[in-house]
C-alpha cells in the first residue's frame, strides 16, 4: 500500500511539473476553440499554486463562442485537473502523515465528514488560489474522488457559466 502510494505522490508531482513546464504554452491552446479551452481549465487546475489563464479563457471564450458551451467545457477542463490535488494529498498522507496522532487531522477530518461537500462546492465556486488547499486536504482525509469531482463540477459550472455569460455581454 505505501509502494503504491509513493507512486502516485510521484505520478502528482510529474503532472504538476509537466503543468508548470507547460505553462507558457496554454496561451496558444486559445486558438483551438472549445477543445482550447478545455485544455486550458486543465492544465491550469492541475497546476497546484501556480497561476494560469483559465479564468480569462472563460471570460474571453464566452464573447466568441456559445457562453453555455464555454462554461460547461471550461468547468469539466478545471474538475478534471482538479483531482491532481486529490491524488497528491492522498499519496502524500500515506507517505508523510501519521494521521491518528496529529490533532490538526482530526480537526480537518471532523470538518470534511460534517461539512466536506458544502465547503467543496461553495470554495469550488469562488475563483481563488487556495482551492489546491482543499483539494489536497481532501485527498489527505480520504475524501472520495468521485464525490469531490462531482462538488467541484457543480460549483465551477456554475462559476464558469456566469463568468462566460459575463464575457458574451461584454464581448459578444
Known amino acids: 500500500m505505501k509502494k503504491q502510494a509513493i507512486i502516485i505522490f510521484i505520478f502528482s508531482i510529474v503532472m504538476i511539473a509537466l503543468a508548470f513546464h507547460f505553462q507558457q504554452q496554454l496561451v496558444h491552446f486559445r486558438s483551438l476553440g472549445l477543445f482550447g479551452i478545455f485544455l486550458v481549465n486543465l492544465l491550469g487546475s492541475a497546476m497546484i499554486f501556480l497561476p494560469a489563464p483559465g479564468i480569462a479563457t472563460v471570460v474571453a471564450g464566452g464573447g466568441l463562442y456559445s457562453p453555455f458551451w464555454v462554461g460547461i467545457v471550461a468547468a469539466v477542463g478545471s474538475s478534471i485537473g482538479e483531482l491532481t490535488g486529490v491524488l497528491l494529498g492522498r499519496s502524500g498522507k500515506q507517505v508523510f502523515l501519521n494521521q491518528e496522532a496529529h490533532p490538526l487531522y482530526t480537526a480537518t477530518r471532523k470538518l470534511f465528514d460534517r461539512h466536506g461537500g458544502l465547503l467543496i462546492l461553495v470554495v469550488s465556486f469562488i475563483p481563488n488560489p487556495f482551492f489546491d488547499v482543499i ?18 463540477l457543480v460549483g465551477r459550472i456554475a462559476r464558469d457559466l456566469l463568468l462566460a455569460y459575463f464575457g458574451h455581454r461584454m464581448f459578444g
Open 135 to 152: 483539494g489536497i486536504m481532501a485527498g489527505a482525509m480520504s475524501y472520495s474522488p468521485v464525490r469531490f469531482f462531482c462538488y467541484v
